[in-house]
């Protein structure tokens, strides 16, 4: 039978065997699957995406229980028409990105950040993974490759369509998307850039996304490891027992 995983939380930095008896500052939780990798740009599964909700911030977020309505997280506002931040034609949707927000390293959350991780997720467009969510509503297309593997988009297009001006991000479609925003609360996971390129992540430039682009999920530097502005922090994976641990 196949072994499930268990992730641990804790309330502070332990080690496995540090919860003493009757501590109620540890949740165990089990699941019956297991994470494929802590990239973000990776995992489409339903386990790694419920940890990752709790490691990194989006954009925005699912307001409490609810499935469609959304509240600011990253972001200051919910884009609307109504507040300006939305087009009329809804296809331009500018993010106030919150200031003085920390990663776990204690650098500060910038625009460009947030810039960097959503090219970074349309761009390394691994077979399988999730990249298509941002791709179709963005810049059109399904993948960044074609039937006979030509690439399908340009550095310059994706970069023309996700900018940064001043201090907010400002993203515009290729055609109106209704769940575009409940989509960015999902799967926008916001990292840092700095820590990602150090690491040997894509270092954001036109040259060298191509490099990056379908890669093996244990080629990734993010592969077992995670710096997001979510409540909890990476602890250890123990990959072979199937166990990981947040703070």
């Not at 995992?43 to 954009?59: A, F, I, K």
């Amino acid at each position: 039978m196949k072994k499930g995983l268990f992730i641990v939380l804790c309330a502070g930095l332990f080690t496995f065997a540090c919860t003493p008896k009757e501590d109620t500052s540890t949740l165990l939780v089990a699941h019956k699957g297991e994470m494929e990798s802590l990239d973000p740009v990776y995992s489409y599964d339903g386990v790694t995406q419920g940890m990752m909700l709790n490691v990194y911030d989006t954009l925005l977020k699912f307001k409490g229980s609810s499935m469609t309505e959304l509240e600011p997280s990253l972001s200051t506002e919910v884009p609307t028409v109504q507040n300006g931040l939305l087009s009329a034609d809804g296809l331009t949707y500018t993010f106030p990105i919150r200031k003085g927000v920390k990663f776990h390293n204690g650098e500060i959350l910038t625009p460009e950040d947030v810039r960097y991780s959503l090219l970074r997720f349309m761009l390394s467009d691994v077979s399988g993974g999730p990249s298509s969510l941002l791709l179709e509503p963005i810049l059109g297309v399904s993948s960044t490759r074609g039937e006979n593997g030509e690439y399908t988009v340009t550095y310059e297009e994706a970069a023309k369509a996700v900018r940064v001006d001043g201090d907010n991000v400002v993203i515009t479609l290729k055609r109106p998307f209704a769940p575009f925003l409940t989509i960015l609360a999902r799967w926008g996971y916001i990292v840092n850039k700095d820590w990602a390129v150090k690491r040997g992540a894509w270092d954001g430039t036109a040259e060298t996304w191509k490099k990056f682009n379908d890669f093996a999920k244990e080629d990734s530097p993010l592969f077992n490891a995670m710096n997001g502005t979510g409540p909890f922090k990476l602890v250890r994976w123990n990959i072979a027992g199937r166990r990981l641990q947040l703070a």
